[in-house]
C-alpha cells in the first residue's frame, strides 16, 4: 500500500497572448480547472500504477473542495483521511503565455492545516510506503517520518518545493528524491544552483555522501537520473520520447516509484519503472490526466 500524506490543489490554467505587466489587463485565450497539488498527482500516478493509495490531506468547504474530492475519489484513492476544513482550498492561479513562459502563485488554503496528528490512527505496516513533498506544514513530514520508522514502513520524501531541511531529518528518510535545482539546494552549491549543476557533478556529489538520506535521487529531466542506493551510484538513462508538457514528470516519478516498492520490487528496477512512467507522462497534456496505468508502463518498457 501506498499512503500519501501531502497537497492538494486546484490548479486555475489561464492562457494569454502575453504576460500582463503590473497594472495591465491582457485578454486570456482559455481558462481551465485541473486537479493538482503535489500530493495529490502522487497519489493518483501511484494509484493508476497499480497500488492501493490513500490521500491523507485536505481541502477547504468551498466549491474546489468538493470538485477535488469527488475527482480523487473517481481516482479509487482511499478518501478515509482527506478533511474537509473551513476556508479555501489550495489553490494554485497559472499564467501561461503565447511561448510557454509561465507565472504561479499557489495558496496554501487547506494545505496548510493538514497537521502532524494526521497519521494519528492509520494502521501503517512494515510492507507500506510513504510518499511526502514539501507543500504541507514541516512539523506534519517530520511526525510523519518518525510514525514510519516505528512501524516499519518505507518513507520517500520528494523535497518540492525545495525548503531547507535539517540533515537529522533527510537522514531518517528512506529515500530522498529531488530534482537537479533542489539537489543544488540540498547541497548548497553555488549562487546560481541550477546553473553550476552538471549531471557530472551531481555524480561527483552522490558518490562524496551528498543529500544525506541513506538513498538519494536525483532526477535529470530527459537525462534520466542518478541515485545513490545503499553507497553505490548508478545512472537510469531517460527513455526517448516527444515530450510536449512535462508538467507533473516528477510526480509521475515519485507516484510510479512509490508503487513499484511497494509490490517489493527491488529499488533500481523500481527506478527503471518510474523512469518509463514519467518518460510516458510527459508524451501528453496536463499533470493528472497524463499519469500512465501500470499495462500502459510494462507495455512501454516491453516495446
Ligand atoms: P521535475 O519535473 O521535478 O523537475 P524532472 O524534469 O527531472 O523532474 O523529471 C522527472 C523524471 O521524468 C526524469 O527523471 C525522467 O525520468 C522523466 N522525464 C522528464 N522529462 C523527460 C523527457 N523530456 N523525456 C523523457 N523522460 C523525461
Same mark, same amino acid.
Given at each position: 500500500?501506498?499512503?500519501?500524506?501531502?497537497s492538494v490543489n486546484m490548479d486555475v490554467l489561464t492562457r494569454c497572448v502575453r504576460m500582463p505587466r503590473p497594472g495591465e489587463t491582457v485578454p486570456g485565450r482559455s481558462v481551465s480547472l485541473l486537479?493538482?497539488?503535489k500530493g495529490a498527482n502522487q497519489a493518483v500516478a501511484a494509484r493508476r500504477a497499480g497500488a492501493a493509495t490513500s490521500m491523507v490531506g485536505a481541502v477547504g468547504d468551498d466549491d474546489f473542495g468538493r470538485i477535488l474530492r469527488d475527482f480523487l475519489d473517481s481516482e479509487h484513492l482511499d478518501l478515509g483521511r482527506l478533511a474537509a476544513v473551513p476556508g =479555501?482550498?489550495?489553490t494554485a492561479v497559472i499564467l501561461v503565455d503565447g511561448s510557454g513562459e509561465n507565472a504561479i502563485t499557489i495558496v496554501p488554503g487547506a494545505n496548510d492545516r493538514v497537521l502532524p496528528n494526521s497519521l494519528d490512527g492509520i494502521p #501503517? &505496516?512494515?510492507g507500506d510506503i510513504l510518499l511526502l513533498q514539501g507543500e504541507i506544514p514541516e512539523a506534519t513530514n517530520i511526525a510523519a517520518i518518525a510514525r514510519a520508522r516505528e512501524a516499519?514502513?518505507? &518513507?520517500? #520524501?520528494? #523535497?518540492?518545493?525545495?525548503?531547507p531541511t535539517p540533515p537529522d531529518v533527510l537522514r531518517d528518510v528512506d529515500y530522498l528524491v529531488v530534482n537537479e535545482t533542489e539537489f543544488a539546494n540540498v547541497t548548497g552549491v553555488g549562487a546560481d544552483p541550477a546553473a553550476a549543476m552538471t549531471s557530472d557533478r551531481v555524480e561527483g556529489l552522490l558518490a562524496d555522501g551528498a543529500g544525506v538520506a541513506p538513498n538519494v535521487v536525483v532526477t535529470l529531466g530527459?537525462?534520466?537520473l542518478l541515485a545513490r542506493l545503499d553507497g553505490t551510484v548508478l545512472r537510469v538513462p531517460g527513455f526517448p520520447v516527444t515530450a510536449v508538457d512535462t508538467t507533473g514528470a516528477g510526480d509521475c516519478f515519485c507516484g510510479a516509484f512509490g508503487a513499484a516498492l511497494a509490490r517489493s520490487e527491488e529499488p533500481e528496477q523500481a527506478l527503471r519503472y518510474a523512469s518509463a512512467a514519467a518518460a510516458l507522462s510527459v508524451r501528453s497534456h496536463? =499533470?493528472?490526466p497524463s499519469m500512465p496505468t501500470d499495462a500502459a508502463i510494462n507495455h512501454f518498457l516491453g516495446s
Open positions: 500500500r501506498v499512503v500519501v500524506v501531502g486537479p493538482g497539488g =479555501a482550498s489550495g #501503517l &505496516t512494515p516499519g514502513a518505507v &518513507t520517500v #520524501l520528494n #523535497l518540492a518545493p525545495y525548503r530527459a537525462e534520466g496536463g =499533470a493528472g
